[in-house]
């Protein structure tokens, strides 16, 4: 309690002590006193009480101080957080309702901010165990055993090493209010440009980490932890990138159905998955999607087109990151609600193909077309290796050594490049693949264009047919 019920007593000196010169003064009731080896250090003190009190200062009944100097004793001993403080929390309110794929991402760009915002790097751990405890255990979280979520080293035993490298963190990183300064903003800004060995970044890579560390910024701001965004401060935009696909890398018909059909050749596993990778083809499907596909989802006329409605997606993502630990995420279809739904009509080579595959491997107990060799589900790895066979079967060996059809999604880039070529309407193209119109604009401008000057060409001899008349 504060109060002007204040009496300060002359000095007095106490003979055989350390310090002799006792300054004694009360406030409200309370007696206080302090001892100065020094009699000019006694004075000192004295004088200052009586220039608060002069000034009609109050004084606070618990410590005996002015209240000047009680404020700026609570703004000392005032526990200010650090960024590592910050980003776990940044990290843990984003993790309810982000998918496993960006939790991943979240993480991952937090790690590699977090361990160059140090004060110095004195006794720090190696990069990579320092980087694994950040990502895998300070960035990722579970639920402990009363229902909370909390980070996963204080939900399972981590290893000696990681918290070790958890401590050192906790204790070496900046303040987040160090953040307001352009050379911390630049310290962190260039690290998002470089790999954990040191090597230049993909352009995307830096951009997807940038956006989280923008977003992390803004949530200090929405905090009161900095008064203001600073990324202004500093000269610093992040790399431009060329989201366009590269069409010379793009299968065209004849190549795609070639690679399908290698697919086929390599065994019961390639057999398998044959009607998978037409999926991605004819149907434009993610591998996420495909992979998730029940035979309740087609409709398989004996002729003529049929459907396909997609209403989930499963990535790969690993255990630690979904909300179940499985290392799949089931999740709604990307960019779209949770229940949203996708019909894509299926040509007729693709409806023979989802028959016969029904025909000769059947179903999993859940509906499942396509599984793993155990029955579970479809791993990146398997069909990746088989892809890769089928690559070798068809390609040349120059050809093989390109990025030509380098990985399985070229196939869905593949059969939304044929739909556009056909002259589909952009707008259905891209209900069909689940694009935005932006997006679609944004990576098939090339293909879009060409099918724009066919269509002008159209336009313009309509034009001249009816000046002939």
């Known amino acids: 309690m504060l109060t002007y019920d204040v009496q300060i007593w002359g000095i007095r000196k106490?003979?055989?002590?350390?310090?002799?010169?006792?300054?004694?003064?009360?406030?409200?009731?309370?007696?206080?006193?302090?001892?100065?080896?020094?009699?000019?250090?006694?004075?000192?003190?004295?004088?200052?009480?009586?220039t608060a009190l002069r000034q009609r200062e109050q004084f606070d009944t618990e410590t005996g101080i002015p209240a000047s100097e009680l404020e700026a004793l609570r703004a000392a001993q005032e526990v200010k957080p650090t960024w590592y403080d910050h980003v776990r929390d940044y990290a843990q309110m984003k993790w309810p309702d982000a998918s496993a794929k960006h939790r991943a991402s979240i993480?991952?760009?937090?790690?590699?901010?977090?361990?160059?915002?140090?004060?110095?790097?004195?006794?720090?751990?190696?990069?990579?165990?320092?980087?694994?405890?950040?990502?895998?255990?300070?960035?990722?979280?579970?639920?402990?055993?009363?229902?909370?979520?909390?980070?996963?080293?204080?939900?399972?035993?981590?290893?000696?090493?990681?918290?070790?490298?958890?401590d050192w963190i906790s204790r070496k990183s900046v303040e987040i209010s160090d953040l307001e300064t352009p050379s911390a903003i630049r310290t962190a800004l260039n690290a998002l440009k470089l790999r954990l060995d040191g090597k230049a970044a993909a352009e995307n890579t830096v951009k997807?980490?940038?956006t989280?560390?923008?977003?992390?910024?803004?949530?200090?701001?929405?905090?009161?932890l900095l008064p203001t965004l600073p990324l202004g401060n500093v000269d610093w935009t992040p790399p431009e990138t060329d989201d366009e696909i590269d069409f010379r890398f793009v299968p065209g018909p004849k190549l795609a159905g070639k690679l399908i059909t290698a697919v086929g050749n390599q065994?019961?596993?390639?057999?398998?998955?044959?009607?998978?990778?037409?999926?991605?083809?004819?149907?434009?499907?993610?591998?996420?999607?495909?992979?998730?596909?029940?035979?309740?989802?087609?409709?398989?006329?004996?002729?003529?087109?049929?459907?396909?409605?997609?209403?989930?997606?499963?990535?790969?993502?690993?255990?630690g990151w979904t909300d179940t630990g499985e290392s799949f995420d089931t999740r709604g279809l990307k960019k779209r609600a949770r229940k949203a739904t996708r019909s894509v009509?299926?040509?007729?080579?693709?409806?023979?193909?989802?028959?016969?595959?029904?025909?000769?491997?059947?179903?999993?107990?859940?509906?499942?077309?396509?599984?793993?060799?155990?029955?579970?589900?479809?791993?990146?790895?398997?069909y990746g290796e088989v892809w890769k066979a089928a690559r070798q079967a068809v390609l040349t060996e120059a050809e093989e050594a390109s990025p030509l059809?380098?990985?399985?999604?070229?196939?869905?880039?593949?059969?939304?490049?044929?739909?556009?070529?056909?002259?589909?309407?952009p707008a259905e193209v891209a209900r069909r693949a689940g694009h935005s119109i932006?997006?679609?604009?944004?990576?098939?401008?090339?293909?879009?264009?060409?099918?724009?000057?066919?269509?002008?060409?159209?336009?313009?001899?309509?034009?001249?047919?009816?000046?002939?008349?």
């Not at 923008?214 to 009161?224: D, G, I, S």
Request: some cysteine; hydrophobic content about 40%.
């Open 212 to 224: 989280v560390f923008t977003n992390c910024l803004r949530y200090a701001v929405e905090r009161e």
């Open 14 to 50: 106490r003979e055989n002590r350390a310090k002799p010169y006792q300054l004694r003064w009360r406030v409200g009731p309370q007696p206080f006193s302090k001892s100065f080896k020094l009699k000019a250090q006694a004075d000192g003190r004295r004088a200052e009480l009586l």
């Open 267 to 319: 065994g019961e596993r390639g057999r398998h998955l044959k009607t998978f990778f037409g999926c991605l083809y004819y149907a434009a499907n993610r591998p996420g999607e495909a992979s998730n596909l029940r035979d309740t989802d087609f409709v398989l006329p004996e002729e003529g087109w049929g459907e396909v409605l997609l209403s989930t997606s499963t990535p790969r993502v690993g255990s």
């Open 405 to 425: 059809a380098e990985v399985p999604y070229c196939l869905r880039a593949a059969g939304v490049s044929l739909w556009l070529a056909s002259g589909v309407a």
């Open 107 to 166: 993480a991952d760009a937090l790690a590699t901010v977090t361990q160059r915002l140090v004060k110095d790097d004195r006794g720090a751990p190696a990069p990579r165990v320092l980087r694994r405890a950040l990502y895998s255990w300070a960035f990722q979280f579970a639920v402990d055993g009363d229902g909370v979520l909390r980070p996963r080293v204080e939900v399972k035993d981590a290893p000696v090493e990681i918290k070790a490298a958890l």
């Open 345 to 382: 009509p299926i040509p007729p080579v693709l409806v023979r193909m989802v028959r016969e595959h029904i025909k000769e491997f059947g179903t999993a107990d859940d509906g499942r077309l396509f599984r793993a060799v155990q029955g579970g589900h479809l791993l990146s790895k398997e």
């Open 208 to 210: 997807r980490k940038y």
């Open 438 to 469: 932006a997006v679609l604009f944004r990576f098939y401008a090339k293909a879009i264009h060409g099918n724009q000057n066919r269509s002008n060409q159209q336009i313009q001899d309509a034009l001249e047919a009816a000046e002939e008349e």
